[in-house]
């Protein structure tokens, strides 16, 4: 049980930019934190810093309020599954399980109850007595959590420990420690780049570009309102349509001009728009699922556009369409819905679902 | 078709490999093969410098009389304590500087360098320099301890400081041989188990017993074999310092076989203790190379 809190962090390797450039997080006790981003945005980094296995440049991370700053990892009693596993390869399964539990002296059936407990939850019952090289990668990465849960630490930190796995081995270990986390209350932070981990394991995700934190949330928060436009285009797949227009005065309505096509901004926009921005540029956004194929009794936008390509998936159909414009969007159809390449379809825009972001400053214009 | 084409092929790559090698291997012989079969020879004869041919067959009578011999178990006791001490003191130390050096990032290769030196070293001129060192009078060790108001030693010519004067010598000659070799291993060690072992709760010294040591123990035992080894043979330092005196005392088994030869001149009874001590050596040499197959 732990809170952990990070105030102006920043990590340097050698002369490089910053690795993780002052950030501020507060993660709740027994909460699930995803934190999300692009390789190399510094993730394993702020991971390692929590863990104690990398310095900490500037700023101070507390753990249930108390700096742990200098202190030594063994002292921290936090779990870390690594993104490469890191067994102990001279030990069977049992002693790397036991491994942390012998460092601190529990007694030895609790030892072995501990251990069986956990290897139960885990189904790798039958692996205790082999070694991690006579492991597959999957049973390898179960044995990892197992070191983990065995050890009942304050907090779990996980580095990607699904992304070697295969497709569905990785959905069951999904709900696996969901249920995990459930059943403990454990704090985890939980590193991925997978958006599918990321919208359905956490309570909150935190997106992470280059260093920083883009944004906190919870994971349907964060894709209904994205603060930026990295975010907009980086969660969910496929992500956010972000297209460039400018913005026309006719008359009374706010009119906006987009690859070809013009829209009706919906007021309460108009009036965000009018607060905050002077400019006659703007990227909108839309979300490929608020694309359809009717018009819903004309309430939304009509949009003339060429078949680019179709990528039936099975559960649904991802329609990837040229504007008049020439821009390229992408929209989710019906999975029984199909068009030959290259004809011409009339798409369906919910207008009243879409984002605006001011392209200087990339964030997002809220409406109101 | 194809396959006997290939074969040809091959058998002329072959053919070429052997008469590239022909020259080396007609050398190897020469000078390995030749003289090993001639000394497994001689050893059933009655062969003496005073009489050198090959005679008198006397069959297994030259190793019968190597096991009579009366200084042999002295010189072999001597041989033992000398291989073990200096092999183990050499491992203590050269695992020491190989740890330290592990964590060392900078200057590297001028630690290297310096580790190396004494290795590069003839051990004969290494046996010629420390002789000059330790000279009683006119050495420069006596001279820097009379600085420090101790009584000169007799660092050659004491039974008991001579012994343990030869073993310093050698480990001071061989020592970087371990350390090199430790660092390789240590160097090619996985960062990972480490750092799940300091997030596990394991001091620095846990992680060495725990992790380090099991992780190195194919190093070491190679490391260990390899010094076993080379020094049972160790022939020149003892040669050039003390000729295996004074009386028994750095008598080791090398040397003691050269006497049995060029001073006994019973060329026989000297190349059967050579093969006995081949064999010794042998016997370590596969169980090394098991070993380190077995490791694949
Ligand atoms: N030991 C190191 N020395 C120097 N630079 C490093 C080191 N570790 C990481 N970096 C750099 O820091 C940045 C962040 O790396 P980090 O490993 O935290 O990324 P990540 O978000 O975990 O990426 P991935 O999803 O690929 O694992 C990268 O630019 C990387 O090159
Ligand atoms: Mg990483």
């Known amino acids: 049980m732990s809170e952990i809190t990070l105030r102006n962090v920043s990590k340097i390797y050698g002369s490089d930019d910053a690795a993780v450039n002052n950030i501020n997080l507060d993660i709740k006790d027994g909460e699930f934190m995803v934190l999300l981003g692009p390789s190399g945005c510094g993730k394993s980094t702020t991971l390692r810093m929590i863990a104690g296995l990398e310095s900490i440049t500037a700023g101070d991370i507390f753990i249930d309020g108390k700096l742990i700053n200098d202190i030594d990892p063994a002292e921290r009693d936090l779990a870390i599954v690594f993104q490469n596993y890191a067994l102990y390869p001279h030990m069977n399964v049992a002693a790397n399980l036991a491994f942390g539990l012998k460092l601190r002296k529990v007694p030895k059936d609790q030892i072995e109850s501990r251990i069986l407990k956990t290897a139960n939850t885990l189904g790798i019952s039958e692996l205790l007595t082999r070694r991690p090289r006579e492991l597959s990668g999957g049973q390898q990465q179960r044995v990892a959590l197992g070191r983990a849960m065995v050890r009942e630490p304050v907090a779990f930190l996980f580095d990607e420990p699904l992304s070697n796995l295969d497709a569905k081995l990785r959905a069951t270990m999904r709900t696996e420690l969901v249920k995990l986390h459930n059943d403990l209350g454990t704090t985890i932070i939980h590193v991925t780049h997978d958006q599918v981990e990321a919208m359905t394991m956490g309570d909150r995700i935190c997106i992470m570009r280059k260093g920083i934190i883009e944004q906190v949330g919870k994971p349907l928060e964060v894709y209904r309102n994205p603060a930026n436009i990295f975010v907009a285009g980086f969660l969910a797949s496929p992500p956010m349509n972000l297209i460039e227009g400018s913005f026309e005065q006719e008359g009374d309505s706010l009119k906006i001009e987009v690859s070809g096509i013009t829209l009706t901004i919906p007021a309460h926009f108009a009036n965000a728009y009018g607060n905050v921005h002077s400019r006659k540029d703007v990227i909108l956004g839309i979300r490929p699922e608020d694309i359809y194929t009717d018009s819903n009794d004309g309430r939304y936008t009509c949009m003339e556009t060429q078949v680019v390509a179709v990528e039936a998936l099975g559960p649904e159909t991802i329609m990837v369409v040229k504007l008049p414009g020439g821009k390229e969007i992408s929209a989710r159809l019906d999975r029984s819905f199909r068009a030959p390449i290259g004809s011409a379809l009339k798409l369906y825009a919910d207008i009243e679902r879409m984002h605006l972001f001011d392209p200087e400053t990339e964030k997002a214009i809220v409406a109101r | ?296």
Request: net charge neutral; charged share 10%; hydrophobic share 55%.
């Open chain 2, 1 to 296: 078709m194809n396959t006997r084409a290939a074969s040809g092929l091959e058998r002329g790559d072959r053919r070429f490999g052997l008469m590239l090698t022909a020259p080396g291997l007609a050398v190897l012989f020469l000078v390995i093969i030749f003289p090993l079969l001639f000394a497994l020879i001689t050893s059933f004869f009655d062969y003496t410098l005073i009489n050198p041919n090959h005679d008198t067959f006397v069959g297994l009578d030259n190793y019968q009389e190597v096991l009579d011999e009366e200084y042999i178990l002295t010189s072999l006791w001597v041989t033992l304590k000398f291989v073990l001490a200096s092999v183990m003191i050499e491992f203590a130390i050269g695992f020491s500087v190989a740890l330290a050096l592990n964590s060392v990032t900078r200057f590297k290769n001028f630690y290297y360098l310096i580790l190396l030196a004494p290795l590069l070293i003839n051990p004969v001129v290494v046996g010629l320099l420390w002789r000059m060192i330790l000279h009683t009078e006119l050495g420069i060790a006596n001279y820097a301890i009379s600085l420090m108001n101790i009584d000169p030693v007799n660092w050659l010519g004491n039974a008991n400081a001579a012994f343990w004067t030869v073993v310093m010598v050698d480990i001071w000659h061989q020592f970087s041989f371990m350390a090199i070799l430790l660092l390789a291993g240590l160097a090619s060690l996985p960062r990972e188990p480490y750092e799940a072992a300091r997030v596990d709760g394991a001091s620095s010294f846990s992680c060495f017993i725990h992790i380090t040591l099991p992780l190195m123990r194919p190093v070491i035992i190679v490391a260990l074999l390899l010094r076993f080894v080379f020094a049972i043979k160790t022939f020149d330092i003892v040669f050039i310092m003390t000729k295996g005196g004074p009386g028994t005392a750095t008598d080791i088994i090398s040397y003691f076989i050269y006497r049995a030869a060029f001073f006994g001149l019973d060329i026989g009874r000297a190349s059967a203790m050579s093969i006995a001590l081949l064999l010794i050596v042998l016997a370590l040499t596969i169980y090394l190379y098991r070993y380190m197959t077995s490791l694949r």
